[in-house]
Structures are given as structure tokens and as C-alpha cells.
Nanobody, 124 residues
Framework: QVQLVESGGGLVQPGGSLRLSCAAS????????AAWFRQAPGKKREFVAA???????YYGGSVKGRATISRDNAKITVYLQMNNLKPEDTAVYYC??????????????????WGQGTQVTVSS
């Protein structure tokens, strides 16, 4: 059974940094797509970043220049480094994956595997 488990969330001051991790069991991130989404209270789930099997990376407009998605060499963990965090970055962050790359990588629907989410709160 495939599982994605996020970790690394917490309370951060504005301007601070955080690194989120997504560990996979039952599969690796060597194929298809892995992505991060986030969802703030009362809002739709929003695309943050994605990485595909050839290491190409894509970012949502609200985090571009402040976020970096990466993958470890064993391809069982995907990371999201977030810098210069703002209060509007406060959300539950979800890891997602699918076995084959999809052109709508920025949409929720194509992803077949999801983690349970980790809360990120940016506040002074």
C-alpha cells in the first residue's frame, strides 16, 4: 500500500524559512510527478510546486522565487523549501503523487496519491 507522509510544518515568523518533507512508502518518486499543494481555511487547494521524473520543476505564481522543490537521491523523499514566508503562506500543505506525468500537473484532480497534510502557520 502506498503512503505519503508529510512532516516539517510548524509555526514560523514572517520572513522565516521552513523545509517540508514528504516520505513515500510502497513506491518511489523516480517516475511520474510529485507535487505540493496547500489549502488555507475556506479556500480551494492551491498548487505550490511539482517535480517530474526528469527533475524538471514547476512553481505556482504565489511562491515563485521563494520555494524550491527537490528530491533525494534515493527518490523516496520530496522536499519543499520555503523562504521569506508570509502570513498568507499559512495553510495545510499536502504532498501528492501520480505514476505518469500529466500536463495539468498544477491541478488537484490528476493526482492519485495524497498525504495527510502538515500545518504551516506564519505569524509573529
Amino acid at each position: 500500500q502506498v503512503q505519503l507522509v508529510e512532516s516539517g510544518g510548524g509555526l514560523v515568523q514572517p520572513g522565516g524559512s521552513l523545509r517540508l518533507s514528504c516520505a513515500a512508502s510502497g513506491r518511489t518518486f523516480s517516475r511520474g510527478a510529485a507535487a505540493w499543494f496547500r489549502q488555507a481555511p475556506g479556500k480551494k487547494r492551491e498548487f505550490v510546486a511539482a517535480i517530474r521524473e526528469n527533475n524538471q520543476k514547476y512553481y505556482g505564481g504565489s511562491v515563485k522565487g521563494r520555494a524550491t522543490i527537490s528530491r533525494d537521491n534515493a527518490k523516496i523523499t520530496v522536499y519543499l523549501q520555503m523562504n521569506n514566508l508570509k502570513p498568507e503562506d499559512t495553510a495545510v500543505y499536502y504532498c501528492a503523487a501520480r505514476d505518469v506525468w500529466h500536463i495539468y500537473y498544477y491541478s488537484v484532480d490528476p493526482y492519485t496519491m495524497w498525504g495527510q497534510g502538515t500545518q504551516v502557520t506564519v505569524s509573529s
